[in-house]
Structures are given as C-alpha cells and as structure tokens.
C-alpha cells in the first residue's frame, strides 16, 4: 500500500539526505522524546484519515495501522541514535513536515 510505494522510498531518501539535523547527539528542551513524538503524530493523522473516510472498511484499516506501525519502526531504526532524545526546534519542525507528507501517501493511495 504505502511502504513498498516509490514515494515512500523518494520520502526515506529525503530522511537520509536530512540526517545531518539529527548529528551531534544535541537534545532539545522537555521530556517529549523522538519516538513519542513520531508515535503521538502517526497515530493521530492515521486517526485524522479514518474519520476523513468513515466509508473505509476494518480490513482496509487494519492494513493502513499495520503500514503505520512500519512507519514508526522504519523511523526508529534510521534515527536509533537519538529515538529516546527530546528533539530541537529544527528536528521537530523537519518531523511534522515528514510526517505530514506520510499522511498525504495514505491519503493517495486510498483515493
């Protein structure tokens, strides 16, 4: 569905060319980690997609949180080093945008 699709390797890509805002092991400020963060913000735009098509069935669902949950284990192993970090302003920023562009491949490929 959205994991073996060309734009999810095109936006991999995108990660590794950025990892340079993840170097240096630098920590942002607050107890929200990396991996909260990718976690909190995957679930909610995969949440923000069910009730945005309310016509999508269980085995059509099931399958878009298994793609999901492959996201945010793709996500944890290439930022491994710093998963358990807060994130900086600018780590922060690059993860909503990321994200975002996530949510605009699951919204693709169910339309």
Known sequence: ?????DGYI????YLVERL???EGHQQGPG????????????????MT???QNPQLDATLRFVMMQEADAVVADLEEVLSAVWLQAPT???????NEFID????????SIN
Do not use: Y
């Open 10 to 13: 095109a936006l991999i890509e």
């Open 89 to 95: 302003e600018p780590q922060l920023a690059f993860l």
């Open 31 to 46: 107890s929200l980690t990396i991996e909260d963060l990718v976690s909190e913000r995957v679930a909610s735009s995969l």
């Open 49 to 51: 997609l069910c009730e």
């Open 1 to 5: 569905m959205v994991v073996e699709s």
């Open 101 to 108: 562009l996530i949510k605009n491949l699951f919204d693709s």
């Open 20 to 22: 340079s805002l993840f």
